[in-house]
């Protein structure tokens, strides 16, 4: 059924690239037409089709790398949030993934998410602190169904790609239309040079240019909302077959479209990979109808209408149904060969109640723990938030006024200290490598409570548990010790 999926997902994906390529080349001669009548038509096409080759390198390259760095994600380790990547090993599993995607956390209170890879071996899930913060675990599968759904599918290569393609479109167009301001005294050259041409004709190649630029991005946006909003919908019936539990990625969409919280690193380029449309928050003008995504709403009413089934077929009916359409979203093979599978009830105690105050500062401290910030609890009760510049070993409380060190893990065992081992990621690990370890020695280190903690590995390098960290391993990056945790 997956291969079946992935046929179709090509498939499609090669009308769109003809589409936009077609839309592309022909955008790029009858602007270069413009500027030289003779032989300006070609140049430009060259031009265009340069363009986009150098941007699709770009993109296939380092364009994950770039959409990570413009979305202002930072990738995290297991111990800062443990049922995140517990969960996106999960659906890793379940989607057959050759490898298991990196994980990455937006710093920002706003919930969504988004998944980026040009192939499955090499990919990425990202989610917002926000999201961490508001969904329970089985709302967080949901969503990360979702998107683990997106880089089996191949969607998340299409999007990289189809986007790249509509840039350089976009790209062209502004380009030809403010040069329109120069185009009087340049087109009175080229008509004297050409040896006195039709002056009609070249009239009438502007104005095709000009509808062309006005034309050919809104074309191209077509072309991508009409695969785009399918993809949602399959994604969506994907991620309800893998988790077995429709409801949960129905409540955590609900719960993402009701918040007001915009999310200020989205751009035009990037809303496109989020599960919700991040622009609808920061414009609230802006209409869903020219979304790269179905209307939320209709998307919670097709998977609460799967009556109490998580399968394709079930998808498919409660689509046709919500939607009064007879499209199919799902292959002809797979609605044929699919299984009824029960939906699973919720997991049990999965229903989590936070106050407005206690998500705010839930999410403010997951946002620095990521950006690397030290958290000490003093003896009076205060918590105290280093930030990660602050080179000093221990500070005065701000309450109290007691000295408070970060703690260090102490030797368990009978052996010689080995010095610190040179190195520059100074990130922690669940299970690091025994073989890494110095010696045999083993290192503890006794929890004082369950919220945020750091602690010093034997080399000096922090190491930072979350309230949900569970495990009783971790490892450090910099020197290879493993630290136990009593």
Same mark, same amino acid.
């Given at each position: 059924?997956?291969?079946?999926?992935?046929?179709?997902?090509?498939?499609?994906?090669?009308?769109?690239?003809?589409?936009?390529?077609?839309?592309?080349?022909?955008?790029?001669?009858?602007?270069?037409?413009?500027?030289?009548?003779?032989?300006?038509?070609?140049?430009?096409?060259?031009?265009?089709?340069?363009?986009? *080759?150098?941007?699709?390198?770009?993109?296939?390259?380092?364009?994950?790398? *770039?959409?990570?760095?413009?979305?202002?994600?930072?990738?995290?380790?297991?111990?800062?949030?443990?049922?995140?990547? @517990?969960?996106? !090993?999960?659906?890793?599993?379940?989607?057959?993934?050759?490898?298991?995607?990196?994980?990455?956390?937006?710093?920002? #209170?706003?919930?969504?998410?988004?998944?980026?890879?040009?192939?499955?071996?090499?990919?990425?899930?990202?989610?917002?602190?926000?999201?961490?913060?508001?969904?329970?675990?089985?709302?967080?599968?949901?969503?990360?169904?979702? !998107?683990? &759904?997106?880089?089996?599918?191949?969607?998340?290569?299409?999007?990289?790609?189809?986007?790249?393609?509509?840039?350089?479109?976009?790209?062209?167009?502004?380009?030809?239309?403010?040069?329109?301001?120069?185009?009087?005294?340049?087109?009175?050259?080229?008509?004297?040079?050409?040896?006195?041409?039709?002056?009609?004709?070249?009239?009438?190649?502007?104005?095709?240019?000009?509808?062309?630029?006005?034309?050919?991005? *809104?074309?191209?946006?077509?072309?991508?909302?009409?695969?785009?909003?399918?993809?949602?919908?399959?994604?969506?019936?994907?991620?309800?077959?893998?988790?077995?539990?429709?409801?949960?990625?129905?409540?955590?969409?609900?719960?993402?479209?009701?918040?007001?919280?915009?999310? !200020?690193?989205?751009?035009?380029?990037?809303?496109?990979?989020?599960?919700?449309?991040?622009?609808?928050?920061?414009?609230?003008?802006?209409?869903?109808?020219?979304?790269?995504?179905?209307?939320?709403?209709?998307?919670?009413?097709?998977?609460?209408?799967?009556?109490?089934?998580?399968?394709?077929?079930?998808?498919?009916?409660?689509? &046709?149904?919500?939607?009064?359409?007879?499209?199919?979203?799902?292959?002809?093979?797979?609605?044929?060969?699919?299984?009824?599978?029960?939906?699973?009830?919720?997991?049990?105690?999965?229903? !989590?109640?936070? &106050? @407005?105050?206690?998500?705010?500062?839930?999410?403010?401290?997951?946002?620095?723990?990521?950006?690397?910030?030290?958290?000490?609890?003093?003896?009076?009760?205060?918590?105290?938030?280093?930030? #990660?510049?602050?080179?000093?070993?221990?500070?005065?409380?701000?309450?109290?006024?007691?000295?408070?060190?970060?703690?260090?893990?102490?030797?368990?065992?009978?052996?010689?200290?080995?010095?610190?081992?040179?190195?520059?990621?100074?990130?922690?690990?669940?299970?690091?490598?025994?073989?890494?370890?110095?010696?045999?020695?083993?290192?503890?280190?006794?929890?004082?409570?369950?919220?945020?903690?750091?602690?010093?590995?034997?080399?000096?390098?922090?190491?930072?548990?979350?309230?949900?960290?569970?495990?009783?391993?971790?490892?450090?990056?910099?020197?290879?010790?493993?630290?136990?945790?009593?």
């Amino acid at each position: 059924m997956m291969w079946e999926l992935i046929r179709q997902n090509r498939r499609k994906s090669l009308i769109l690239f003809a589409g936009m390529a077609l839309l592309l080349s022909v955008l790029g001669y009858a602007v270069g037409a413009v500027f030289n009548p003779e032989q300006g038509g070609i140049i430009g096409l060259i031009l265009a089709i340069g363009l986009w *080759i150098t941007l699709t390198l770009i993109s296939v390259s380092s364009g994950d790398d *770039i959409i990570l760095k413009i979305s202002q994600a930072r990738e995290v380790t297991p111990d800062v949030h443990p049922r995140l990547f @517990n969960v996106v !090993e999960e659906m890793k599993i379940a989607a057959g993934l050759p490898a298991m995607p990196k994980v990455y956390i937006v710093d920002d #209170p706003s919930p969504n998410a988004f998944a980026i890879g040009i192939k499955p071996e090499k990919s990425a899930v990202a989610v917002t602190a926000g999201l961490l913060e508001q969904l329970n675990r089985d709302e967080l599968q949901g969503v990360v169904a979702h !998107e683990v &759904s997106h880089i089996a599918n191949r969607d998340s290569q299409l999007m990289t790609v189809a986007g790249i393609m509509l840039g350089s479109i976009v790209l062209i167009s502004h380009f030809f239309l403010r040069s329109m301001w120069f185009m009087p005294s340049s087109s009175r050259r080229y008509r004297k040079d050409s040896g006195g041409g039709d002056p009609r004709l070249q009239l009438i190649m502007v104005v095709v240019a000009i509808a062309l630029a006005i034309l050919a991005p *809104i074309f191209a946006r077509l072309l991508y909302l009409a695969v785009s909003r399918k993809r949602e919908y399959l994604a969506d019936a994907t991620a309800a077959q893998f988790t077995r539990y429709p409801e949960g990625l129905a409540s955590a969409l609900e719960k993402i479209s009701s918040s007001a919280l915009p999310l !200020e690193s989205a751009n035009k380029v990037t809303a496109p990979m989020y599960i919700v449309n991040p622009l609808l928050k920061k414009d609230m003008k802006l209409s869903s109808l020219g979304s790269t995504h179905p209307p939320t709403e209709q998307r919670i009413k097709i998977l609460r209408g799967m009556a109490g089934r998580a399968d394709y077929l079930s998808y498919q009916r409660a689509f &046709s149904k919500v939607t009064k359409k007879h499209s199919a979203v799902i292959p002809a093979s797979g609605l044929r060969n699919t299984k009824r599978v029960q939906a699973r009830t919720a997991s049990p105690g999965d229903v !989590e109640s936070k &106050s @407005n105050k206690k998500t705010a500062r839930d999410v403010m401290d997951l946002m620095r723990a990521v950006n690397g910030y030290a958290f000490l609890v003093c003896a009076c009760g205060l918590k105290i938030k280093l930030p #990660p510049e602050l080179a000093k070993p221990a500070i005065d409380c701000p309450k109290c006024g007691r000295e408070n060190k970060i703690p260090g893990a102490e030797l368990a065992t009978v052996g010689a200290v080995v010095g610190a081992v040179a190195g520059t990621d100074g990130e922690a690990i669940l299970d690091a490598d025994p073989d890494a370890s110095q010696s045999g020695e083993r290192y503890e280190y006794h929890r004082k409570g369950t919220g945020w903690e750091t602690f010093a590995c034997a080399c000096g390098n922090r190491l930072q548990l979350s309230p949900a960290f569970k495990g009783t391993v971790v490892g450090c990056r910099l020197c290879g010790r493993n630290t136990t945790i009593k």
